[in-house]
């Protein structure tokens, strides 16, 4: 997809979540380097080497996390990095129905990220999306920002497929 009608990408931006992370990131390493000036057995520091270790990457790996969402007249493509390489291209003539979707993530999706289930989720914050019903029964919740906007580009694109 070269030229793009609707391009967004979304990362978790919620500076509260970070602060959280970072804050109890700050904690356990504090608590390491106390636990090794009072002189606690070795086997315990070092056992507690690969949980911070893991939970730095962890950080990380959250912080790349990013949503990409475009569509143009062949098709929507949507992405979820790092964890999708390629993006999923859907063709317009396989959606059915799209509405707007206002919901409330915690509960209905069970939080933020990629949900699999009868409706496959993909979402990095916020309460709003767009939701896309198939033919097959299987329902596709995207979140964005911008969701009126891409309803309209999905409506617009799919209508003009439809009439060829």
């Known amino acids: 997809m070269k030229n793009p009608a609707f391009e967004e ?3 978790f931006g919620r500076h509260g979540l970070w ?10 390493l504090y608590s390491f380097f106390q636990l090794t000036l009072i002189g606690v057995n070795r086997f315990i520091l070092l ?3 690969p949980s911070i270790a893991l939970f730095f ?8 996390m990013e949503l990409h969402i475009r569509a143009d007249e062949q098709a929507l493509e949507f992405r979820f ?5 390629e993006f999923q291209v859907i063709e317009w003539k396989f959606m059915e129905e ?21 409706t496959r989720a993909y979402s990095v914050g916020g309460s709003e ?10 329902k596709l919740f995207l979140g964005s920002k911008r969701a009126g906007e891409l309803e309209r580009y999905i ?9 060829l």
């Open 9 to 11: 990408v979304q990362s």
């Open 19 to 28: 602060f959280a992370m970072l804050s109890v990131f700050a904690i356990v």
């Open 47 to 49: 056992a507690m080497i």
């Open 57 to 64: 990457f962890l950080v990380m790996f959250f912080r790349r």
């Open 81 to 85: 990095s790092p964890v999708q390489k």
């Open 98 to 118: 799209i509405a707007v979707v206002e919901t409330s993530p915690i509960r209905r999706l069970a939080g933020w990220g990629v949900r699999y289930g009868p």
């Open 129 to 138: 999306g767009v939701e896309i019903s198939f033919p097959n029964g299987r």
């Open 155 to 163: 409506r617009k694109f799919r209508n003009k497929a439809k009439r």
